[in-house]
C-alpha cells in the first residue's frame, strides 16, 4: 500500500475510492475496503482510501477534555495495510477543509485531484460542511462529474450496527468482549515504561508502569486484564491494572497503566511495548490492607494464566 500526504500530483488509474475517519478499522470498515478492492480489480483500476488527520473532532470539538479514539495514526496505516488497498491518501484536516462544502469536496478533490471513477461508502457516511454530504448528494452529482456510486449496509451484530462509537462506548464500559469482536481483534495500545513507585514489587508482582504513546488513545475502563505483552517482537502473558490504585493511595493521583508480565525478570524501563487486550478479569476494588490485595492478585494471576494458556 503507498502512502500519499495530500491529494495533489497523484496519477492514478481508474480510482476506485472510499473515504472516512476509520478509527480502530472495525469490521465494518474491513467488508467496505474488502469491496473497494474487489471493485478496483473489476474496473481494472486501483483502490484508494481516503483518511484524515488530525481526527475531525480534534479541531471541530477543540474544547473537548474528553476525546479519544481506537487509533493512531500510524496504528490505522498498519491495519489498513492488511486490507489489501493500493493506497492510502491522507489529508490535513484543518479549518479550511472543514468548511468546504459536500459539492466542492466532490468536485476539487475527488474529481479534479484523484480523478474518481468509482464510490464506495457506508450507511451512514457524512461529509462536507457540517455533515451536509449524505448518499443523496452523491448521486445527484455523480452524473454531472462522471463517476459511478454504490452504499454498503453496514454490518450487525446481535441487535447492533458495529460503528467506531459503538466500540469505544464499550471498552469504556468494560464491555472488552464485545469491543473485541466488533472490532475483529483485540484492541491493543502502545507506550513507553516509565519510573513508577515499586509498590507492586514490595506486594510480590513487580509491574511495569506504562505511559501511552498518544495522548488521545482510548484507555479502557479502569480493571484489571488478561493481557498479551509484546515486546521486541515476543509475546509474554500478563495481567494488567488500570486506575487509581485506592488501597495503595491514601490521597488521590493520577490514573495508572500498570503491568506485570509472568515469570520475567528483565528491568525493560524506557523500552517500548504494546499491550494487546486479551480478558477482563475484574473491577478496581480497594482492599482493606496491602495483604488482602496481594491475595486478590494471586486469584487474578492464576485466573489471567487459564484464559491466556
Known amino acids: 500500500m503507498e502512502v500519499h500526504k495530500g491529494s495533489g500530483n497523484l496519477h492514478l488509474k481508474n480510482p476506485v475510492v472510499t473515504m472516512g475517519i476509520f478509527d480502530g478499522v472495525h469490521r465494518g470498515h474491513k467488508v467496505i475496503i474488502d469491496r473497494l478492492v474487489s471493485k478496483a480489480k473489476e474496473l481494472n483500476g486501483e483502490s484508494v482510501v481516503i483518511t484524515f488527520n488530525p481526527h475531525p473532532r480534534l479541531i471541530l470539538e477543540s474544547g473537548s477534555a474528553n476525546i479519544s479514539f481506537l487509533s493512531t495514526l500510524e496504528e490505522k496505516t498498519s491495519l489498513l495495510r492488511k486490507t489489501g488497498a493500493g493506497h492510502l491518501i491522507v489529508m490535513e484536516f484543518n479549518s479550511q477543509l472543514s468548511s468546504m462544502e459536500a459539492p466542492d469536496f466532490i468536485r476539487t478533490i475527488l474529481i479534479d485531484r484523484i480523478g474518481m471513477k468509482h464510490l464506495i461508502v457506508g450507511h451512514d457516511h457524512h461529509f462536507g460542511h457540517g455533515g451536509s454530504g449524505d448518499f443523496r448528494t452523491i448521486t445527484k452529482y455523480s452524473k454531472s462529474f462522471n463517476f459511478t456510486v454504490e452504499q454498503l449496509p453496514g454490518i450487525v451484530d446481535g441487535n447492533v450496527t ?148
Do not use: C
Not at 191 to 208: D, H, Q, Y
Not at 274 to 283: A, D, K, S, W, Y
Open 162 to 309: 458495529i460503528s467506531s462509537s459503538l466500540i469505544r462506548e464499550a471498552l469504556l464500559s468494560g464491555r472488552l468482549d464485545e469491543a473485541n469482536r466488533w472490532l475483529g481483534y483485540n484492541y491493543y495500545l502502545k507506550g513507553r515504561v516509565v519510573e513508577g513507585s515499586k509498590i507492586g514489587r514490595k506486594l510480590g508482582f513487580p509491574t511495569a508502569n506504562i505511559k501511552p504513546d498518544d495522548h488521545f488513545k482510548l484507555i479502557p475502563a479502569d480493571g484489571v486484564y488478561a493481557v498479551e505483552v509484546n515486546l521486541d517482537g515476543n509475546i509474554h502473558n500478563a495481567m494488567l491494572s488500570i486506575g487509581f490504585n485506592p488501597t495503595i493511595r491514601k490521597q488521590p493521583g493520577d490514573r495508572s497503566i500498570e503491568v506485570h508480565i509472568f515469570d520475567f525478570e528483565e528491568s525493560i524501563y524506557d523500552r517500548e511495548i504494546e499491550i494487546v487486550f486479551r480478558f477482563r478479569l475484574r473491577n478496581e476494588k480497594k482492599f482493606n490492607n496491602e495483604k488482602e490485595l496481594a491475595g486478590q492478585m494471586e486469584i487474578d494471576k492464576a485466573n489471567a494464566l487459564r484464559l491466556l494458556t
